[in-house]
């Protein structure tokens, strides 16, 4: 099981409410949301800890569907130990690496183990998610890539790891402060269970999730959202070609909740409630 920490909405408030749950991306954490979390006060919060991360760091991960498992898990519980209805909706909150397992959570996960108990997701919020490589080409590529990472992880200091990782392109946003407050944070987490978990859940062995995405429209009307920052130049780009409903934030980089957490929180609100409309109000 996931070590997750479950935060209450205020008294009386959460009623009828989807339980929403955040994964974290690839080095985080559950907690890396908390400038987030006070904005949500009238919702049930759900904050897992990913495989080979934060109090997960000794848990191993094998692969997509093996992580999804364990994420499905921790939500079951989650809801028994709350003594909710097992029908209670949740809305999934991906960063990264989280945004990726939370779109085959909901396209994917159910098809291979359709006889486990399902959840009931009501809606997705995409932040910076890549949604997979649309040729062998590509995946090859992010392979080995994804490979030299993970034997740098393994076998090197990860101070020094860490320190290279924040400068490749999708980090340009962040300044130096920013850089070593980051680099000093993740120093903390064991090298070869982030190995294990980049390899077992590479982009490489990842399908092309949009055109799926693309269809998902969940009972009560509500379809994806994608959340990206103005200056992540390539998932905003991402963002613009997927067709998804998109919110492009202003003044942030990839890490959208981290860098505008209010703004973040802003908008996710907003999503939250729509989904309490029904199809016809949202159409009027």
Same mark, same amino acid.
């Given at each position: 099981m $996931?070590?997750? @920490?479950?935060?209450?909405?205020?008294?009386?408030?959460a009623g009828g409410k989807p339980l929403v749950v955040f994964l974290h991306g690839f080095l985080g954490a559950g907690d890396d949301w908390k400038a987030v979390k006070d904005y949500l006060t009238g919702y049930d919060k759900l904050f897992i800890d990913l495989p080979g991360h934060g109090e997960s760091h000794s848990i191993q991960s094998t692969s997509f569907d093996a992580v999804c498992g364990l994420i499905h898990s921790s939500v079951l519980k989650c809801i028994e130990t709350q003594k909710q209805s097992a029908t209670r909706p949740i809305c999934l909150v991906g960063y990264s690496l989280g945004a990726r397992l939370a779109m085959y959570f909901v396209t994917e996960y159910f098809k291979i183990q359709s006889h486990l108990t399902p959840v009931l997701v009501a809606g997705l919020v995409i932040e910076g998610g890549n949604f997979g490589l649309d040729s062998q080409a590509a995946r090859h590529a992010r392979l080995a890539n994804d490979l030299a990472w993970s034997e740098r992880f393994k076998n090197d200091d990860i101070a020094e790891v860490l320190s290279d990782w924040y400068q490749q392109p999708v980090f340009s946003s962040l300044n130096h402060e920013q850089r070593q407050h980051l680099i000093a944070?993740?120093?903390?987490?064991?090298?070869?269970?982030?190995?294990?978990?980049?390899?077992?859940?590479? $982009?490489?062995? @990842?399908?092309?999730?949009?055109? @799926?995405?693309? @269809? $998902?429209?969940?009972?009560?009307?509500s379809r994806p959202l994608y959340i990206t920052g103005?200056?992540?130049?390539?998932?905003?780009?991402?963002?613009?070609?997927?067709?998804?409903?998109?919110?492009?934030?202003?003044?942030?980089?990839?890490n959208v909740h981290k860098e505008q957490p209010e703004v973040f929180a802003s908008v996710l609100l907003g999503y939250l409630e729509q989904m309490g409309e029904s199809p016809r109000k949202k159409l009027e």
């Open positions: $996931l070590h997750s @920490q479950f935060v209450q909405a205020q008294k009386g408030k944070k993740r120093s903390v987490n064991l090298g070869d269970k982030l190995s294990q978990m980049l390899m077992s859940t590479s $982009l490489a062995h @990842q399908p092309d999730l949009l055109p @799926q995405i693309r @269809q $998902l429209q969940f009972s009560n009307g103005e200056r992540d130049k390539k998932f905003t780009a991402l963002a613009k070609h997927s067709h998804l409903d998109c919110q492009i934030i202003m003044g942030a980089g990839h």
